[in-house]
């Protein structure tokens, strides 16, 4: 959370750092980029004598987030620094949308974007000039390699794990995604709605993407080989239908399926598929939940 913050300091005030010359609104791109210092104009070390005083001359940050969170970092935020953090939580296909819908508009409100659909970002917005990559010079030595080199920064990396009553069940109660498909668990298997979450879309395009491993993890389970349905592509996409056709649940977000996953003194518990992330839930309301 500490680094998280010292990255949104800095990046509510790189567009107001180095003011002078040209209005912004007759800058070329280059121009532009060479004021902000963004682009292939970041500097070696960054002048945060510079950054601090323009930050609290600027007095908002303006965040759009997946994550609720924005609310208790936008205070933390606050408390330290006295710049007013305006957050707006909202699902990233929303996110984005409002987004494109105020750059296309000649608005430029938001000054930090978090959300979870990366290839979307990268390939959506990243290659259009839509966005920048900003890391704090004096964090490039505390990163792994990959978000060193990664085309924006990195918050953090998720997985996603199936979720089990760990009061109902003694042990995980399935050792296969492709158990999921069972009939045992017709209509007891939610998850996040993907059309809501970058992550969970992505995670569907991850079955697709390794289609040859869930072809194998299928022979592996069920000892026999995978017979597609009609037209169907691929085992990832075929799993896919097959957890659908089996009453898969989604719900607006992911706390709830946390929730109805893991509230203690249930009879017949569903699973969850959920991200690691969900582990402070179970902390946070004391719920009997653990991850496969």
Known sequence: MKRLVTVIIIMSVVSNLFAGGKPEAERTIGEWEEWAQLGDYRPVEDDW????????????????????????????????????????????????????????????????????????????????????????????????????????????????????????????????????????????IIMKDPLNSGAEFNTFATFIQHHVDMEEAYQDEFGEELIKSYEVENAGYEFLKRLMDNGLILMSSSTPVMKAVAAPGQTDPPLGILGFSKLRTIQEEKLTGAFI
């Not at 408390?79 to 430029?108: C, H, W």
């Open 49 to 188: 004598a510079a950054i601090e005083t323009a930050a609290k001359e600027e007095k908002e940050l303006v965040v759009y987030s997946f994550s609720s969170r924005v609310f208790d970092f936008g205070r933390t935020f606050y408390n330290k620094y006295g710049i007013k953090v305006i957050a707006n939580d909202m699902s990233t296909p929303s996110l984005l949308e409002k987004l494109v819908r105020e750059q296309d508009a000649g608005i430029f409100e938001a000054d930090i974007i978090l959300v979870d659909d990366i290839p979307t970002l990268y390939n959506e917005f990243l290659a259009e000039g839509r966005l920048y990559r900003f890391i704090p010079t004096d964090l490039m030595d505390v990163l792994i390699d990959e978000a060193k080199t990664a085309p924006l920064a990195i918050n953090h990396y998720g997985a996603r794990g199936v979720a089990y009553n760990s009061e109902f069940y003694s042990e995980p109660p399935i050792d296969s995604w492709w158990d999921l498909t069972r009939p045992e668990w017709k209509g007891k």
